[in-house]
């Protein structure tokens, strides 16, 4: 049961969320041609009275770039004034996500981005942790991750979820918490909504974009503070085999944060995670406001 925040804001203004309803013509509902967003807020935990977001200009020019993709100009200046407006008139006082999302808002059958009316709107809801703290045990997905030359894949596309979706719960019904699925060469691509990262001799190991994978804002975060850890960070490709021997295997995203990985398929992980307990504490401070060498990184609202 989710509790979703009592204001949305949808077709240009801010409504009741019950009033947010879309016509079961919609153009995104039959063919996936929407694209959505996902950020994190706190509640300052140092009792400002404001609320943190987590990189939101980044997430703004993400979403931006997913709209270009289904030829809709929608400037992430737009967008972020739209999300700090959202916040403000809903002032929560918990952990909470908001999805921001751009669609094809156009009545019709013709699969098409051309000619065809589009629209965004914003909704969010409380959100504790969306995995485990204490880790997951994860499968090697039968699906396989898509191409970007069959579907451009620097954007979270919502149409795309389908292969996350039919990952995820085959991983569930099967005895597992989450799914990893490999790319069409047979590499680790990224879990069902989330990166993927693993720790062999001490160095931090991830796919490279041009392994089909999403350009996570969590995962560019990790790899700007692994290095300035003085952590060694290589971006390659990764082998299957190299999940099950791994020193440490982590997903990361904005809902998952930073989760362990305890088991992949029969595989028992090792439960010393040196790196991957290290960067969690520190993305942790960061985004409460606890690090001044990344304040640029959180970005504060005011409520009063």
């Known amino acids: 049961m ?176 989450e799914s990893i699925l490999m790319n069409s060469q047979g590499k680790v691509s990224e879990a069902s909504g989330m990166n993927v990262f693993i720790v062999r001799h001490g160095k931090l190991i991830t796919p490279g974009y041009e392994q089909d994978i999403l350009e996570g804002i969590t995962r560019d975060s990790i790899l700007t503070v692994a290095r300035n850890l003085g952590i060694e960070v290589v971006e390659r490709p990764v082998d299957k085999s190299e999940l099950l021997i791994a020193d440490e295997v982590f997903l990361s995203g904005t809902a998952a944060k930073i989760t362990p990985v305890r088991k992949v398929e029969s595989y028992n992980l090792p439960t010393s995670r040196p790196v991957t307990d290290r960067l969690r504490e520190k993305l942790t401070a960061i985004t409460e406001g606890r690090d001044d060498d990344y304040k640029d990184w959180v970005f504060a609202i005011d409520l009063g």
Do not use: M
């Open 2 to 177: 989710h509790n979703f925040l009592p204001v949305a804001y949808f077709e240009g203004q801010f409504c009741d969320f019950s009033d947010a309803k879309i016509s079961i013509a919609t153009h995104a509902l039959h063919y996936g041609t929407g694209a959505f967003g996902g950020l994190r807020g706190i509640p300052d935990p140092a009792g400002s009275g404001r609320i943190l977001l987590f990189r939101l200009d980044r997430h703004c020019q993400r979403l931006s770039t997913s709209a270009r993709l289904l030829n809709y100009d929608l400037p992430a200046d737009k967008i972020r004034a739209v999300i700090e407006d959202f916040v403000r008139k809903n002032s929560p006082d918990k952990s909470f996500y908001i999805r921001p999302f751009v669609y094809t808002s156009d009545l019709g059958i013709s699969p098409r981005l051309h000619n065809v009316e589009k629209s965004f709107f914003v909704y969010g809801l409380e959100l504790g942790d969306y995995l485990s703290p204490e880790g997951v045990t994860c499968r090697i997905s039968s699906w396989y991750r898509q191409e970007d030359r069959s579907l451009p894949l620097r954007g979270k596309i919502s149409g795309a979820y389908i292969t996350s979706s039919l990952a995820k719960t085959e991983a569930v019904e099967s005895g597992f918490d």
